[in-house]
């Protein structure tokens, strides 16, 4: 049997899968972390999509994903830390001064004792007293 083109039939093209993919969450990779040390926030977009042909695919409302899927939309941020940061001084205002007097009592070899009074951190010789051998 030779075919022939005026035996060829007509093509024709029937529809099917006229009905869109259910909606679905799609996101984008997370940004870089803005910090090098500490803590910082990440972003990134989160969208519904309704797939209607493989060439024809569109953002839809939130309200499909969450109604359809019953899955919960994706979070949009996090929080990252690369790294904790180094250790750093952090100093305050001065404390006022102190004021502590103490006496301090100094034995010589010839049983002289002194009194030495430090004043405002300052040493300031006091009175000297003879003490009587036993």
């Not at 019953?70 to 250790?87: D, E, G, V, Y």
Request: aromatic share 6%; hydrophobic share 35%; charged share 15%.
């Amino acid at each position: 049997m030779n075919c022939t083109h005026e035996s060829k039939p007509v093509v024709k093209y029937l529809p099917c899968n006229n009905r869109p993919c259910p909606a679905s969450w799609k996101t984008t990779e997370w940004s870089p972390c803005p910090v090098s040390c500490g803590e910082g926030m990440q972003t990134r977009q989160v969208v519904c999509l309704v797939k209607f042909s493989a060439q024809f695919v569109s953002k839809v409302s939130d309200i499909m994903c969450t109604s359809t899927t019953n899955i919960p939309k994706p979070h949009t941020l996090r929080s990252c830390m690369p790294k904790p940061c180094p250790a750093k001084w952090i100093t305050g205002e001065w404390s006022q001064v102190h004021t502590v007097d103490i006496k301090i009592i100094l034995l010589e070899q010839n049983a002289v004792f002194s009194v030495l009074d430090i004043v405002d951190g300052v040493a300031k010789r006091g009175q000297s007293t003879a003490v009587g051998m036993v």
